[in-house]
Nanobody, 126 residues
């Protein structure tokens, strides 16, 4: 059974930083990507970044480029999202998700993924 556990969310002032973690277990893909998503109240879930296991390629939503960095510790099957220069509009529940892939690339649509974590709340105050 695939399990994804997010951690690291919290309350931070605008301009601050947080580091989210996503620990993945129980999967057996030959190649895979893990994506980070977020969902603010009343809004659709949006993909913000994904990282591909085989070549380490990373992809970002334009609005977070230069502020967020995705990375992975493949030995620990853990993916991180370093978030800097946080803005109130970054407030949301952040989720990670995993899917098997054959080709590295951008996978930022929620419908691309079948296995999700429970989410972690990020709140950025003014």
């Amino acid at each position: 059974e695939v399990q994804l556990v997010e951690s690291g969310g919290g309350l931070v002032q605008a301009g601050g930083s947080l580091r989210l973690s996503c620990a993945a277990t129980g999967f057996s893909f030959d190649d895979y990507t893990i994506g980070w998503f977020r969902q603010a109240p009343g809004k659709e879930r949006e993909g913000i970044s994904n990282i591909c296991y085989s070549d380490g390629s990373t992809y970002y939503l334009d609005s977070v480029k230069g502020r967020f960095t995705i990375s992975s510790d493949n030995a620990e099957n853990t993916v991180y999202l370093e978030m800097n220069s946080l803005k109130p509009e970054d407030t949301a529940v952040y989720y990670c998700a995993i899917r098997g892939i054959y080709v590295s690339g951008i996978y930022l649509h929620p419908d691309d993924y079948g296995d999700w974590g429970q989410g972690t709340q990020v709140t950025v105050s003014t």
